[in-house]
């Protein structure tokens, strides 16, 4: 399965953004899909997930960040808000799926600076 990430980019503090991943094959069965990021210097940190459970969020997003999924369209999303200097980083979406593996997408650069 490969995954595509789109939707990074400059923003200012305060601002938006949605990031989107769009896998090569149905979603449907994977157990979860995730948001991670890794910012200069630090661990790559799970910021979201998305499974049949409901949805996860890192403490230092929830109330700003939304995962959501397409099944349709083999999509999921991140819709960003009240973005913060300390969200620049690179973010990597990821399908896990049981007894197969996590599948990562390239990573997508987010910067948050005025």
């Known amino acids: 399965v490969q995954l595509q990430a789109s939707g990074g980019g400059l923003v200012q503090p305060g601002g938006s953004l949605r990031l989107s991943c769009t896998a090569s094959?149905?979603?449907?069965?994977?157990?979860?899909l995730d948001w991670y990021r890794q910012a200069p210097g630090k661990q790559r940190e799970l910021v979201a997930r998305?499974?049949?459970?409901?949805?996860e969020y890192a403490a230092s997003v929830q109330g700003r960040f939304t995962i959501s999924r397409d099944s349709a369209a083999n999509t999921w999303y991140l819709q960003m808000n009240a973005l913060k200097p300390e969200d620049t980083a690179v973010y990597y979406c990821?399908?896990?799926?049981?007894?197969?593996?996590?599948?990562w997408g390239p990573g997508t650069l987010v910067t948050v600076s005025s």
């Open positions: 094959q149905s979603i449907f069965g994977m157990t979860a």
């Open positions: 990821s399908a896990y799926k049981w007894r197969t593996g996590t599948y």
């Open positions: 998305s499974s049949r459970s409901g949805t």
